[in-house]
């Protein structure tokens, strides 16, 4: 069972402590007012919270440093600072959090709702908590005590919900930019796409992670292109989606080869939902060929599909939209009856990263 992990580092800091103050009663007919310097308030908290609406760590990684803020000075007339505002980090559940110098496990967030990490500094007392008998007039108070500073990783493990299956050059990761903020490069010759790559799908209240992989080639059972290795990274998905290019004179045995590859890494694979997407709609002959898919594999989904004209999009949407909300209506339906296997403790995260992403 592998999935893709998602990683960033980000820099942590909580609020200093506000200095106490060191002050004096100034009042007209009291002359010798007592020392009335207040204290200073407490630093914010750098605090974790799981949000169950995130699937991935991609909004962490457009602001890396998060600082809570500090705790305000004490004032004269015995008045606290305000305490600093804590921080708040959203992450998904299952996100791990890590020393980013020793790599230490500082903390899983699985089944964690809230977690502090770093307390803000404590305030400095004022100047009127040091006043005793012989000592009526303190010239001092408490300086606020420091935050705390981190570099720290963050790790999730990514299970896509869909993947896209197909041949090189089949237009895997131009379905994924447009459907999602991934940025990946496409390029009009084979085995463009080296690494997996993930992107998030919002649609309402759906959020799908979609998983474009290297092409398959036949025979990459054998090793041939880029091999099957890869497919692991699909292993869980609920649902898999097959790129045919139509402008390709291959597009009626395509599947069949892309399922045979796909058999001999795991017959299990081929259980999942699948929609076959016919890819480059804009191309003449396609429409033909696109009807000839549809006749051939009529007890299945066949759709067409133009990134370039914005063609059949939708339609993929909704059939993405429906093959991840028929598996959670299913897993529901499993967890009214009883337990169903799935996971009860903490996955153990070690066994899933890939020790090095080039090697795929
Ligand atoms: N005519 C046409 N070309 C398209 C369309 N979608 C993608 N392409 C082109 O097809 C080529 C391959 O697209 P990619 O998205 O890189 O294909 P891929 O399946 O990710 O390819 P690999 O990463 O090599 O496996 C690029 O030159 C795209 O511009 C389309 O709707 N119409
Ligand atoms: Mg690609």
């Avoid at 004032?75 to 959090?97: A, F, K, L, N, S």
């Avoid at 080296?194 to 998030?200: E, T």
């Avoid at 759906?206 to 497919?231: N, Q, R, T, Y």
Wanted: hydrophobic share 35%; aromatic share 8%; with cysteine.
């Amino acid at each position: 069972m592998f999935g893709f992990s998602d990683e960033t580092y980000l820099d942590v800091a909580s609020g200093n402590g506000g200095n106490g103050c060191v002050s004096f009663r100034r009042e007209k007919y009291i002359p010798k007012g007592g020392p009335d310097g207040g204290d200073g308030g407490r630093g914010g908290d750098v605090v974790f919270v799981v949000k169950q609406n995130l699937r991935t760590l991609a909004h962490l990684k457009l602001v890396r440093t998060y600082r809570a803020e500090n705790g305000k000075n004490g004032m004269g007339d015995r008045c606290y600072g305000r305490d600093g505002t804590d921080i708040e980090i959203p992450v998904p559940p299952g996100t791990v959090i890590k020393d980013a110098q020793t790599g230490e496990i500082l903390k899983d967030l699985t089944d964690v709702d809230r977690w502090v990490f770093l307390k803000g500094g404590r305030g400095g007392q004022g100047n009127y908590h040091f006043r005793t008998a012989t000592r009526q007039a303190p010239r001092f108070a408490q300086p606020g005590e420091k935050g705390e500073e981190m570099r720290i990783g963050v790790e999730l493990l990514v299970i896509a919900d869909i993947g896209f299956v197909g041949f090189p050059n089949a237009g895997k990761s131009s379905l994924l930019n447009m459907l999602t903020n991934a940025r990946t490069k496409v390029a009009g010759y084979p085995f463009t796409t080296k690494i997996p790559q993930l992107g998030m799908f919002r649609y309402g209240e759906h959020d799908i992670v979609l998983a474009d992989i290297p092409g398959l080639i036949e025979g990459a059972s054998e090793g041939a292109g880029m091999g099957i290795k890869f497919l692991r990274h699909i292993s869980r998905t609920t649902g898999l989606a097959f790129l045919i290019d139509l402008s390709d004179d291959r597009y009626l045995e395509a599947y069949d080869i892309l399922c045979k590859e796909l058999e001999s890494f795991e017959p299990e694979l081929l259980k999942k939902a699948q929609v076959i997407i016919g890819t480059k709609t804009d191309e003449p002959g396609t429409a033909e060929r696109l009807e000839a898919l549809k006749q051939k594999y009529s007890d299945k989904q066949v759709l067409g599909l133009c990134v370039y004209l914005d063609q059949g999009v939708d339609e993929v949407k909704q059939a993405f939209i429906r093959m991840v909300s028929d598996q959670e209506a299913a897993a529901k339906k499993g967890e009214d009856e009883g337990p169903q296997g799935g996971f009860t403790s903490a996955p153990d995260l070690d066994a899933y990263y890939p020790e090095d992403m080039s090697e795929i």
